[in-house]
């Protein structure tokens, strides 16, 4: 297995991106009234259904962060630029996420409607910014793209023998796995620190933002 050069598509750091996302996904269902912050078809189905029972008080729970989603997904594409500063684009954006996560971490339960849109911004800015690990495309934030892939690649193995599909396989179901994980810890964490757990998810992309402080192409040197 070759590791990845680019520091932003690294294995490393599509571990504490997955772990981010699940944490962040359990977070504002489990603490912050049952909405998800990166499922935005569950919100966008749960949209629709509370339009057809006619509550329309609770629309802008689940209407909000869909709308600062988008807008995470568009701050990062206006963010984007050629790595030629000292601060890569992608490290700027897990900054910021960062900065938003911290802040929610101290919104009180009464504000969860601002608490999940923050968060549902910040999943944005994350989802826009990292589509590969490793070269393949993938996600970090959401598990059905990653789990079509998984599944395709382990059928592609067993018709072909091609140790390559094999190894695409196990990989797309690690970021699952890691998914997983991260919503278990976010489980845990809730239990104990209530809001604030968030702070851990904070810590993960800390990780990821030091990851990529990692200059590969000179490693390979």
């Known amino acids: 297995m070759k590791r990845a050069i680019q520091s932003s598509e690294s294995i490393e750091l599509g571990i504490m991106l ?13 603490m912050r ?17 509370k339009i ?10 689940y209407l909000f962060p869909i709308l600062f989603f988008t807008g995470g997904i568009a701050m ?9 500063r000292g601060l890569h684009w992608r490290q700027l954006t897990v900054l910021v996420e960062m900065i938003i996560l911290s802040v ?16 549902s911004f910040a999943c944005g800015l994350q989802v826009e910014s990292f589509r590969k690990i490793h070269g393949r495309s993938a996600a970090t ?6 789990l079509r892939s998984a599944t395709e690649n382990i059928c592609g193995y067993l018709k072909t023998r091609d140790r390559e599909s094999l190894f695409s396989g196990f990989f797309y179901y690690g970021a699952i796995v890691f998914f997983i994980l991260g919503a278990v810890l976010g489980n845990i964490c809730i239990g104990i620190f209530k809001e604030r757990a968030m702070l851990i998810c904070v810590v ?17 040197g």
């Open 18 to 30: 997955s772990l981010a996302g699940g944490f962040m996904d359990a977070y504002s269902y489990i």
């Open 204 to 220: 993960f992309l800390l990780a990821a933002f030091f990851i990529m402080a990692v200059d590969r192409e000179k490693i390979k």
């Open 76 to 84: 990062a594409s206006l963010i984007r630029a050629p790595e030629n």
């Open 141 to 146: 934030t959401m598990c059905i793209g990653n």
């Open 33 to 49: 009234g049952k909405v998800f912050a990166n499922a935005q078809t569950g919100n966008i189905l749960l949209l629709g259904v």
């Open 104 to 119: 929610v971490a101290f919104i009180p339960l009464s504000m969860n409607l601002l608490a999940n849109s923050m968060t």
């Open 52 to 61: 057809s029972e006619g509550e329309f008080g609770d629309i802008l729970h």
